[in-house]
């Protein structure tokens, strides 16, 4: 399961909490991961996953996203994990539904089931 192993990476390279669904309570800033879609070909799976920054302040949730884009690009030294490709990056903040800020990172994924 790509999200899990995405999950796990960024827990393991970031020194901000990073979540699979929202928490119930928020303290302080925290990544939460998705997959949007995905396919698979001879053998090869591919994944497009959400990557929201969320934080207090517009900064930091910028600078939390370049953090995650890094670490995201980095992903390839993982044994099962072919190629992250950014698709998009973008403010991603509704201040009517969520007090903070959020931005966006979008990745296509190519790896291979474990």
């Known amino acids: 399961m790509i999200e899990k192993t995405i ?3 960024l827990t393991s390279v970031l020194e901000t909490p ?3 669904e929202r928490p119930k309570e928020i303290h302080g800033a925290f990544v939460l991961i998705e997959r949007t879609a995905g ?3 001879d053998h090869l799976s ?3 996953i959400v990557c929201q920054s969320h934080s207090s302040s517009m900064l930091n949730a910028v600078t939390l996203n370049a953090a995650v ?3 995201m690009e980095a992903a390839v030294s ?3 994990i072919f190629s992250v490709k950014l698709n998009s990056d973008y403010n991603y903040t509704n201040q009517s539904s969520f007090k903070g800020y959020r931005y966006q990172a979008v990745f ?3 790896y291979k089931e474990e």
């Open 46 to 48: 591919t994944a497009t």
């Open 108 to 110: 296509f994924v190519v």
């Open 18 to 20: 990073v979540y699979l």
């Open 39 to 41: 396919s698979k070909t």
């Open 69 to 71: 884009k890094t670490a």
């Open 78 to 80: 993982l044994t099962n």
């Open 7 to 9: 999950y796990d990476y």
